[in-house]
């Protein structure tokens, strides 16, 4: 993410810090992982507006309109966000299967398995691995 936030306009900033947020307010339990990759996400991209107003759907309409390169990252996230936190809700589910409607990409629950065996196995997680992953 720092590495390309020189490439991410402002919407695909807020889109991005607030869809994580969203998924905090929808696990129903400030898990620390959120609380911390919230906090590093508003420190890296450092958004004009240090506020959170989560509005997820006008941050859907805002993901349709992204460049192909920032709706992938802002999928990678979210992704790797509902991963870290632990057990997937059902409504946290919800928000992976819009945001990935809104990018025009189908979303594949077994990738959220198979990065979670990662992630547990100590293996890092990568945007490639995160789009790709397929349970054996």
Do not use: C
Request: proline share 4%; aromatic share 4%; net charge neutral.
């Amino acid at each position: 993410i720092a590495a390309a936030r020189h490439h991410l306009g402002e919407s695909a900033r807020r889109v991005m810090v607030e869809g994580v947020g969203e998924l905090l307010v929808r696990n129903q339990d400030a898990h620390p992982t959120y609380v911390y990759l919230l906090a590093r996400l508003m420190e890296t991209l450092a958004p004009s507006d240090s506020r959170i107003t989560v509005d997820w759907p006008a941050r859907l309409r805002e993901l349709e309109k992204l460049t192909p390169e920032e709706q992938s990252l802002v999928l990678w996230v979210l992704t790797v966000a509902s991963v870290l936190g632990g057990g997937l809700r059902r409504t946290q589910r919800e928000l992976l299967e819009q945001a990935h409607a809104a990018a025009g990409e189908s979303f594949q629950p077994t990738r959220l398995t198979e990065l979670r065996a990662r992630l547990m196995r100590g293996e890092s997680l990568s945007a490639a691995n995160a789009r790709h992953a397929t349970i054996p």
